[in-house]
């Protein structure tokens, strides 16, 4: 069974491929098989680049070829925007990361994106403006929602987290699909849900914090799912949050999500936090968020719609 991987613009999907090659996966890139197309036909990928914009039939070569190589290869690693789409059998990953964080990493990386940029807050408007570009163009081609949560097996928050711990944690996932497929997992990252008003100290969390002796058998992820309110694109948890803190203090990274509120379901929650409860909680696990929703009440949302999976 091979992987395919997607994800928001700027989520890192380059980075975590290199990390699953590590671990003995072939990866193969949109790149790679562009560049053989394009070598097979005498042309520069420049020159095949061009054409593509003018002739459909290079994209169905390439999306065709994506499909021969997803029957022919085995434990091997996708790493392009549609083979979700094409290749069968795959164990489908999508890479989550919000704008304002996305916007970083392209405005701080060394990529031509970067250039493009005078600042963060510019590269955050046109990672959305490409990102809405690209949904309607794959609407129009293919008849496909790209951000459609339900199209997943596997969705990943890539943000608070190196490409190794995400690596390893879609290895996990996928060996357990392999034995016993599952309906979508989201899995978000622990430094990125908030408390709820009046967060208190944790008391001796059960489960969070493994024995020594069972220590080697600790995940990546925490063992209990948790519930969350995503409301002025903050994520926050209306129980379990000395739970979240102790997850974290104990080197959790990832905590599997099996309830969200999006949009107007999450207009009726009030419990927002202080500065207070984000400290008490920064305190607990031991970490600093990122950003505060005390001091940016309101930032970016993710780019990914959640309804089919958790309902609206």
């Given at each position: 069974?091979?992987?395919?991987?997607?994800?928001?613009l700027?989520?890192g999907?380059?980075?975590?491929?290199?990390?699953l090659?590590?671990?003995?996966?072939?990866?193969?890139?949109?790149?790679?098989?562009?560049?053989?197309?394009?070598?097979e036909?005498?042309?520069?990928?420049?020159?095949?680049n061009?054409?593509?914009?003018k002739?459909?039939?290079?994209?169905?070569?390439?999306d065709?070829?994506?499909?021969?190589?997803?029957?022919?290869?085995?434990?091997?690693?996708?790493?392009?925007?549609?083979?979700?789409?094409?290749?069968?059998?795959?164990?489908?990953?999508?890479?989550?990361?919000d704008?304002?964080e996305?916007?970083?990493?392209v405005f701080?990386?060394?990529?031509?994106s970067?250039?493009?940029?005078?600042?963060?807050?510019?590269?955050?408007?046109?990672?959305?403006?490409?990102?809405?570009l690209?949904?309607?163009?794959?609407?129009?081609?293919?008849?496909?929602?790209?951000?459609?949560?339900?199209?997943?097996?596997?969705?990943?928050?890539?943000?608070?987290?190196?490409?190794?711990?995400?690596?390893?944690?879609?290895?996990?996932?996928?060996?357990?699909?392999?034995?016993?497929?599952?309906?979508?997992?989201?899995?978000?990252?622990?430094?990125?849900?908030?408390?709820s008003?009046s967060?208190?100290?944790?008391?001796?969390?059960?489960?969070?914090?493994?024995?020594?002796?069972?220590?080697?058998?600790?995940t990546?992820?925490?063992?209990?799912?948790?519930s969350?309110?995503?409301k002025?694109?903050?994520?926050?948890?209306?129980?379990?949050?000395?739970?979240?803190?102790?997850?974290?203090a104990?080197?959790r990274?990832?905590?599997?999500?099996?309830?969200?509120?999006?949009?107007?379901?999450?207009?009726?929650?009030?419990?927002?936090?202080?500065e207070?409860?984000?400290?008490?909680?920064?305190?607990?696990?031991?970490?600093?968020?990122?950003?505060s929703?005390?001091?940016?009440?309101?930032?970016?949302?993710?780019?990914?719609?959640?309804?089919?999976?958790?309902?609206?």
């Open positions: 069974m091979n992987i395919t991987i997607t994800g928001n700027g989520s999907k380059t980075s975590v491929c290199r990390e090659e590590k671990s003995g996966f072939t990866v193969i890139s949109a790149g790679d098989i562009f560049r053989q197309i394009a070598s036909k005498g042309m520069t990928v420049i020159e095949l061009e054409a593509a914009k002739d459909r039939s290079i994209d169905d070569l390439l065709s070829r994506s499909t021969q190589l997803g029957r022919e290869m085995d434990h091997t690693v996708f790493d392009s925007r549609l083979a979700w789409n094409f290749v069968e059998n795959s164990f489908k990953v999508f890479l989550l990361v704008t304002q996305a916007a970083r990493r701080d990386g060394d990529s031509r970067a250039e493009e940029y005078q600042n963060v807050q510019e590269a955050g408007i046109g990672l959305e403006s490409r990102a809405k690209e949904q309607e163009r794959f609407r129009r081609l293919y008849g496909i929602d790209y951000y459609d949560a339900g199209n997943y097996d596997l969705i990943i928050e890539s943000s608070c987290a190196s490409p190794d711990q995400i690596a390893e944690e879609i290895i996990r996932n996928f060996e357990i699909y392999q034995k016993c497929p599952f309906t979508t997992k989201v899995e978000l990252n622990l430094r990125c849900l908030y408390p008003k967060f208190q100290m944790p008391e001796k969390e059960a489960g969070a914090k493994p024995c020594m002796e069972e220590e080697e058998k600790q990546l992820c925490a063992d209990r799912c948790l969350v309110v995503i002025n694109g903050y994520n926050y948890l209306e129980e379990n949050s000395s739970y979240a803190a102790a997850s974290i104990s080197g990274v990832f905590a599997e999500i099996n309830e969200m509120r999006t949009g107007d379901a999450a207009q009726s929650f009030d419990s927002l936090p202080d207070a409860d984000i400290c008490r909680m920064e305190q607990a696990g031991g970490f600093q968020y990122q950003t929703p005390v001091k940016v009440p309101e930032k970016p949302d993710y780019t990914i719609d959640f309804s089919n999976i958790f309902g609206k």
